[in-house]
């Protein structure tokens, strides 16, 4: 079983509407939880972290459920800006590195 | 602030040359990590430094060597290149460790003929 896993993709959306990425993970004493977004041939960019307690920036809502060892990121209102891949990324236990997922493409269409 | 830079940008070899990659940081980082970037592969970890002098392996780290002499710079080598190597490279740092944001350098595109 992969560390991280991601549904691939891709998710083909209608400019406007909302979309929901989900992401599960195996290593259960992980630390720290985030979503990092990729733009085609462009590095990394740290998105936003995920909390337990679930957190919002903007359109963007992140759940975290430690039991069920589950991430969703949660875009309303999507815009063509928001075409990307979307990583999620998971702590070791040592919190000294990351674990990335396969990420989720999502293109917005006009 | 330039952030996380690195060189090359592009490299071709053939089978059995050796390279480095560098890698720089001007934001006083301790941590730094080099990864590769392989379609349907996702980011995986080759080494990572968590302070000036010090080096670890990550999930791939057969066929790399690395080096952090300086804690600004994080290399990493490849003594005899293979096709396998073929690859899309991103050094990151982060000030501390995994909980913080980590920032990643523009990439290097690799391709072993």
């Known amino acids: 079983r992969k560390e991280v896993e991601q549904d691939p993709g891709p998710f083909n959306v209608p400019e406007g509407a909302t979309v929901a990425f989900n992401c599960t993970y195996s290593?259960?004493?992980?630390?720290?939880f985030f979503w990092y977004r990729q733009d085609c041939r462009k590095e990394p960019k740290l998105l936003m972290s995920v909390y337990s307690s679930g957190n919002e920036d903007g359109r963007f809502t992140a759940q975290l459920n430690r039991a069920s060892q589950y991430i969703s990121l949660l875009i309303r209102d999507s815009k063509l800006s928001d075409s990307a891949t979307y990583l999620c990324?998971?702590?070791?236990?040592?919190?000294?590195?990351?674990?990335f997922g396969t990420g989720t493409r999502l293109t917005i269409i006009p | 602030n330039a952030g996380v830079t690195q060189t090359p940008k592009f490299r071709v070899l053939k089978t059995g040359q050796s390279m480095t990659l560098l890698c720089a940081q001007d934001m006083n980082h301790e941590y730094m990590y080099w990864y590769r970037q392989d379609p349907g592969m996702g980011l995986r970890l080759i080494h990572y430094?968590?302070?000036?002098?010090?080096?670890a392996k990550g999930e791939v780290p057969d066929g790399y060597n690395v080096s952090r002499l300086k804690k600004q710079n994080f290399l990493l080598g490849l003594e005899s290149a293979a096709p396998s190597q073929t690859s899309v490279y991103f050094c990151?740092?982060?000030?501390?460790?995994?909980?913080?944001?980590?920032?990643f350098g523009p990439g290097t595109r690799l391709t072993v003929l």
């Open positions: 430094s968590v302070g000036e002098g010090t080096t």
């Open positions: 290593n259960s004493a992980s630390q720290s």
């Open positions: 990151a740092s982060s000030k501390w460790g995994g909980q913080f944001e980590q920032f």
């Open positions: 990324v998971v702590t070791s236990t040592l919190n000294e590195k990351l674990t």
